[in-house]
């Protein structure tokens, strides 16, 4: 049997209690439904070889790792000079739904995009004249990172759509300072599609193997996202992926790394792999219990920390 193989069915063994002291997130009603007891994680190498374990076929929504998806298209339709007149590149050592910011900090515009204000203000400017066409362009976008056809689950976006109250309300406030610009139903209901994308681990893992290659397609080798881009996306994995603890986990894992509240964490070790774990229960600022000792495990084994 492979050495990473057995490496890796036996990180998922260890982790599991940890995963286990977390929590399921409850704020999206549809989320609640995750069995807080799955765990799996993918490695996929730049040599387009991968090995999973756990629970790795279990489907799950990208939630906040698609800020990262989509911060890379916009800044490869935009440019850099006007993405980020829109948003700014500071982590705000705040929880990822906070409001405070934006009234305290000027200019009033978001001060990073992973943030829920930054994404909404990134996924406003995706290309496109209707919800549709925007939608359309993201897809295909996130199909041609994965190389497979990949969909959204419509109702954990319903569900975050009837509840994204606090949402709609960052984007009053930035459309009242003309950091957003157009109907904000239409936004959210493009944005809450956008966090219901679908995938399992290894598709995810897939995603971080494209960072981690500089942008460059491992089976066609076509740049897929240009490789300024794609060192800009890391750099914010970096200093904001984890939420208010980018920090903790930079010194603790010190991998690029992004993760979402349904339990997600897509990580990029440049030059050697893409990650993707999937663990639902979370600790309470938001990050996969099982996922982050996955993850503080692995880099310490290989020493991936690129610190
Ligand atoms: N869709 C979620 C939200 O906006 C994403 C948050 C997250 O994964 N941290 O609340």
């Not at 590149?89 to 409001?99: A, C, H, K, L, R």
């Not at 990949?150 to 976006?157: F, G, P, Q, R, T």
């Not at 139903?185 to 290894?202: F, G, I, P, R, W």
């Not at 800009?232 to 603790?252: D, Q, R």
Request: with cysteine.
């Amino acid at each position: 049997m492979n050495h990473t193989q057995d490496l890796l069915d036996d990180l998922i063994n260890q982790a599991r209690p940890f995963a286990i002291k977390g929590k399921v997130a409850d704020y999206i009603p549809a989320l609640s439904d995750q069995d807080p007891t799955d765990l799996a994680i993918c490695i996929y190498s730049l040599d387009n070889t991968s090995f999973y374990s756990g629970d790795y076929m279990k489907k799950f929504t990208l939630q906040s790792i698609s800020k990262v998806i989509t911060l890379a298209l916009v800044l490869m339709d935009y440019g850099e000079e006007k993405v980020f007149s829109k948003v700014g590149m500071e982590p705000t050592g705040d929880p990822f739904n906070s409001i405070a910011k934006l009234e305290t900090h000027k200019p009033s515009k978001p001060l990073n995009p992973m943030i829920n204000a930054g994404a909404l203000a990134v996924t406003n400017m995706i290309k496109g004249d209707t919800v549709i066409e925007k939608w359309d362009r993201l897809l295909e976008f996130i199909c041609h990172l994965t190389g497979e056809k990949v969909s959204y689950n419509e109702d954990v976006a319903y569900s975050e759509l009837q509840t994204a109250n606090l949402n709609r309300s960052l984007c009053y406030f930035m459309k009242q300072h003309g950091v957003i610009t157009g109907n904000v139903e239409d936004l959210l209901v493009l944005y809450t599609k956008q966090c219901a994308v679908e995938m399992n681990c290894v598709d995810l893992a897939k995603i971080g193997a494209v960072f981690a290659n500089d942008g460059i397609d491992l089976e066609t080798g076509r740049q897929v996202i240009s490789r300024d881009v794609a060192r800009i996306c890391k750099t914010f994995m970096v200093t904001c992926g984890m939420y208010n603890s980018s920090g903790e986990f930079a010194i603790k894992v010190g991998i690029p790394a992004k993760s979402g509240v349904s339990g997600g964490i897509m990580g990029s070790v440049p030059g050697k792999c893409g990650i993707g774990v999937f663990g639902p229960a979370l600790d309470e600022i938001g990050n996969s219990s099982g996922g982050l000792k996955l993850l503080e495990m692995l880099s310490t084994k290989y020493s991936w920390s690129i610190f």
